[in-house]
């Protein structure tokens, strides 16, 4: 792993359950993208590595027969759970586990996401888990929601006013950024 940063358990503490309202929702038409891009039919299995709270798990498990949502944090997973249960969605396993503990024996999968998640982990190591664990056809795609638009100076001001120099994430701070460097 580059750097020195390492991971903290205590990081998202007590965010889960406000997670999915901070973090923008990915646009409904994303599924239906994937599905036909990727010819999916409801069979195959997904892997959401750094699911969260489910936010993409949930929308792409209509299109898998099953769909394991992977994370470290086993608050993010219980809400997940919740959502999918209060949204009828019944083919989904949530995993407790850091992603370079990956293969873990999960199998292999037809998709494999990292939805905004790919910076936290050591890359290499991730990656060629990943590899080893996609189906002959399958597929590996890194979803980021962003805009083009910059950041009003306003609102960077903000940011920087209320939340100071050092990024965050949840209860924790990561005074040396992600391992990659991103934040």
Do not use: K
Not at 67 to 92: K, Q, T
Not at 166 to 179: S, Y
Request: hydrophobic share 45%; with cysteine.
């Amino acid at each position: 792993m580059t750097g020195a940063w390492e991971w903290d358990p205590s990081l998202y503490s007590g965010s889960a359950r406000y997670y999915p309202r901070g973090r923008v929702a990915y646009p409904a038409e994303l599924a239906a993208a994937f599905a036909t891009e990727l010819g999916l039919d409801g069979t195959g299995r997904l892997l959401d590595i750094g699911c969260g709270p489910g936010s993409l798990t949930l929308p792409l498990a209509g299109s898998f027969e099953a769909a394991v949502g992977l994370d470290a944090d086993g608050d993010m997973l219980a809400e997940a759970a919740r959502l999918a249960a209060e949204a009828g969605i019944g083919n989904c396993r949530w995993v407790h586990r850091r992603a370079e503990e990956l293969p873990a024996g999960l199998g292999r999968f037809r998709l494999v996401t990292f939805a905004q998640s790919f910076h936290w982990f050591d890359r290499p190591r991730v990656a060629a888990a990943v590899r080893g664990m996609l189906a002959p056809d399958g597929v590996c795609a890194h979803v980021h929601a962003s805009t083009l638009e910059p950041v009003h100076p306003a609102i960077a001001e903000l940011v920087r006013e209320y939340l100071g120099p050092v990024r965050r994430a949840g209860q924790g701070c990561l005074p040396e950024g992600t391992a990659g460097g991103e934040a």
